[in-house]
């Protein structure tokens, strides 16, 4: 079945940097976008960005423009995120997501999700 | 503060028949297809509704989306207990040009 799996929870000092994994089994990775959003303790989902698997674009919401890296390995059918000087308020859970053609806000499915805890 | 508006709560009986209101402009949700995504306690999202009121196999047909204009809406009909989650909209936003999510609107069985 189609499947996203991710790296487990880290946990990093302010002004650190993090990678979380998202690795697909199921489907054609290269045929589908994975987009990244993340969930503060309590809150709503934030989008970061998404990175087309095939050409290796990428699309950064502007919050995360100067901080954000996503990459993409096909030969693992492995997405990447890496999120740099990180600040107490990234403490949050990241999910990465399956993204629908076009401009589609429809993912599916999600990983897990990796708790990435800041404090000093 | 979400782009898209949505109530924070709502309430219904098992049986009952409830719907969430999820409001945005014409960036997002007035030109583009709306999804609506359910988040059980401790887990991640899970895809709903698609293109406004289409559900991927899997999904009961107790649930269904609709829009008109500016807003969209999410209506469960024979309420069950584990429908208890928090449910949360989101559209395209050519503005921003990437995915806007509401702020949730979390839904007790009594």
């Known amino acids: 079945q189609v499947q996203l799996v991710q790296s487990g929870a880290e946990v990093k000092k302010p002004g650190a940097s993090m990678k979380v994994s998202c690795k697909a089994s199921g489907y054609t990775f290269s045929r589908y976008g994975i987009t990244w959003v993340r969930q503060a303790p309590g809150q709503g989902l934030e989008w970061m960005g998404w990175i087309s698997t095939n050409s290796e674009s990428t699309n950064y919401a502007q919050k995360f423009q100067d901080r954000v890296t996503m990459t993409a390995d096909t030969s693992t059918t492995t997405a990447y995120m890496e999120l740099r000087n990180l600040r107490s308020d990234d403490t949050a859970v990241y999910y990465c997501?399956?993204?629908?053609?076009?401009?589609?806000?429809?993912?599916?499915?999600w990983g897990q999700g990796t708790l990435v805890s800041v404090s000093s | 503060q979400s782009v898209l508006t949505q109530p924070p709560s709502a309430s219904g009986t098992p049986g009952q028949r409830v719907s969430f209101s999820c409001s945005g402009s014409s960036s997002n949700i007035g030109s583009k297809t709306v999804s609506w995504y359910q988040q059980l306690p401790g887990a991640a999202p899970k895809l709903l509704i698609y293109?406004?009121?289409q559900r991927p196999s899997g999904v009961p047909d107790r649930f269904s989306g609709s829009k008109s204009g500016t807003s969209a809406s999410l209506a469960i009909s024979g309420l069950q207990s584990e429908d208890e989650a928090e449910y949360f909209c989101?559209?395209?936003?050519?503005?921003?040009?990437?995915?806007?999510f509401g702020g949730g609107t979390k839904l007790t069985v009594l």
């Open positions: 293109g406004n009121n």
């Open positions: 997501a399956r993204k629908g053609f076009g401009s589609s806000s429809q993912f599916d499915p």
């Open positions: 989101a559209a395209w936003d050519d503005g921003l040009n990437g995915p806007v």
